[in-house]
């Protein structure tokens, strides 16, 4: 089963990863080349599922996850084997990383309530030891963050019904309050203009930035949503896509009125990560 996958920023290579193949003694990342459609390299290191992947805004490394406690740095580079650089020892099981594209700052998320951010900008001066900044306000076990796409902001939340808005330096924008579920899908806008988040009962809402105000909710989904992401835009429209549960679905919907705007459906095993390309 794959949990886990990235997009590279120019759009060539989709990463992907979850549980290990059980006659292997080492989980791996696999790098696919899209336009191609086939595997042409392989990133091998984690002992346990991988559960989060990011690309650098660069697209020169590759951050991925695991339930084995730690977040491993690869070089996209000398295929078919990724390069190994180094590894951030969270020591929990990580759940959930997002790179600031302007910083590249690296956030994880990870079975404890603090949102620890390394930077990561040495790693171009060879610098392999980073030490996070952590930030303390979540009371519940993080669930997903994510930046902006701008990296201005940043979203977390968490299984205690809590989600929080940062600026990128750490500091706190604003913590939305009266959640009723888990927060278990989260997306900024490409303008970072607009949040739009859905939670385990699949209600979505949609939040502007910085404020916090909700624009509006989003009825359509009836099961759990475990991915949701904004198109990219020319025209400066808003759709956002999100999947998950059962139901083997994708709703395109406005996050500005709420309402849908087209179901794809299709067959197989829920769907765990959407991405759009630019």
Excluded at 47 to 76: H, K
Excluded at 151 to 164: P, T
Excluded at 218 to 230: M, Y
Aim: glycine residues 10%; proline residues 5%; contains cysteine.
């Amino acid at each position: 089963m794959l949990y886990a996958s990235a997009l590279s920023p120019d759009g060539k290579f989709l990463a992907v990863g979850g549980y290990q193949v059980s006659t292997e003694s080492q989980n791996y990342v696999i790098i696919i080349d899209i336009e191609k459609g086939v595997q042409v390299a392989t990133a091998i290191g984690h002992s346990d599922v991988i559960t989060s992947l990011a690309f650098s805004s660069s697209g020169v490394y590759l951050a991925s996850g695991s339930q084995d406690g730690t977040v491993r740095i690869w070089r996209m580079e000398s295929f078919p084997s990724l390069p190994y650089v180094t590894s951030l020892e969270i020591k929990v099981p990580v759940s959930s990383l997002s790179f600031n594209k302007k910083t590249q700052d690296l956030a994880v998320g990870s079975e404890s309530s603090d949102v620890l951010i390394y930077p990561l900008r040495g790693l171009e001066k060879g610098e392999t030891k980073f030490t996070p900044k952590a930030l303390h306000k979540h009371k519940g076990t993080l669930n997903k963050l994510t930046y902006s796409p701008d990296g201005s902001f940043l979203a977390s939340c968490s299984f205690e019904n809590e989600l929080i808005i940062w600026n990128a330096d750490g500091t706190l924008v604003r913590s939305i309050d009266k959640l009723k579920h888990p927060i278990t899908a989260l997306a900024f806008s490409f303008d970072g203009k607009i949040l739009a988040a859905l939670d385990e009962t699949g209600a979505g809402m949609s939040y502007m930035i910085p404020t916090g105000t909700k624009l509006t909710d989003f009825p359509g989904h009836d099961n759990t949503v475990f991915s949701a992401v904004f198109s990219p835009s020319f025209t400066g429209n808003y759709t956002v896509a999100s999947a998950g549960g059962n139901n083997n679905e994708i709703i395109l919907w406005n996050p500005i009125n709420g309402l849908t705007i087209k179901k794809i459906q299709g067959k197989g095993s829920p769907i765990q990560k959407l991405a759009f390309g630019e």
